[in-house]
Each structure stands twice: as C-alpha cells, then as structure tokens.
Nanobody, 122 residues
Framework: QVQLVESGGGLVQAGGSLRLSCAAS????????MGWFRQAAGKEREFVAAISWSGENTYYADSVKGRFTISRDNAKNTGDLQMNNLKPEDTAVYYCAAARYYSGIANHYPYWGQGTQVTVSS
C-alpha cells in the first residue's frame, strides 16, 4: 500500500505558476511510477504527467507539454508538478497517483491522493 497526500493548490491568475507536491508513505521501498491527473467539473479525469521510478522517463499530456514539469525525490518520497503559464482551462482538482508501471489511464493506478484544487482566473 502507498498513501499519497497532495499540497500546493490554490488560486492564480492566468500566466502565473503553481507548484504541486505529493508526499508518499507506506510501501515506498518498492519502485513505482508517479502520475498526476486532473478532473475539471463535469469532465472525466485526465492524464497530466507521469515520471518513472528512476526519474529518467517523463510523460506529458499534449495540453501541458512545455508548461508543466514533473519531478521526484525518492530519498524524500516526494514528487512535484511545476506548473507555469497557467491557463483558465487548467482549472481542476489535481490528483497524485502511483502505479507499478507507467500508464496514461487513470484506472491503471491503484493508489491515489485526495486531490488539491487549482483555480486559474482569466
């Protein structure tokens, strides 16, 4: 079992930046891919970014490529999502997730945080 807790959400104007963090606990001795997903009101949960255990491989949704950067620190059991040049369409609840292997599909991730709200005003 891996427990995940997100932090760092908030309200920001368009063009601004936010940094989300995810703290992992529990079976963190096993390698896992860390992913970020988001869910806007009335929409399906969608993939945002993921990073392999080693950090060598990163994956991004086309909508955030070039604006968001995912990273992790296995020594601290944390992962971050740096979000720059935010747009109103980035408004959503952002979730940290963990899975044994990379996937862009939410159902493939067995472990989830509670989510943190990101609101981007125009």
């Amino acid at each position: 079992q891996v427990q995940l807790v997100e932090s760092g959400g908030g309200l920001v104007q368009a063009g601004g930046s936010l940094r989300l963090s995810c703290a992992a606990s529990g079976r963190t001795d096993s390698s896992y891919t860390m992913g970020w997903f988001r869910q806007a009101a009335g929409k399906e949960r969608e993939f945002v970014a993921a990073i392999s255990w080693s950090g060598e491989n990163t994956y991004y949704a086309d909508s955030v490529k070039g604006r968001f950067t995912i990273s992790r620190d296995n020594a601290k059991n944390t992962g971050d999502l740096q979000m720059n040049n935010l747009k109103p369409e980035d408004t959503a609840v952002y979730y940290c997730a963990a899975a044994r292997y990379y996937s862009g599909i939410a159902n493939h991730y067995p472990y989830w945080g509670q989510g943190t709200q990101v609101t981007v005003s125009s």
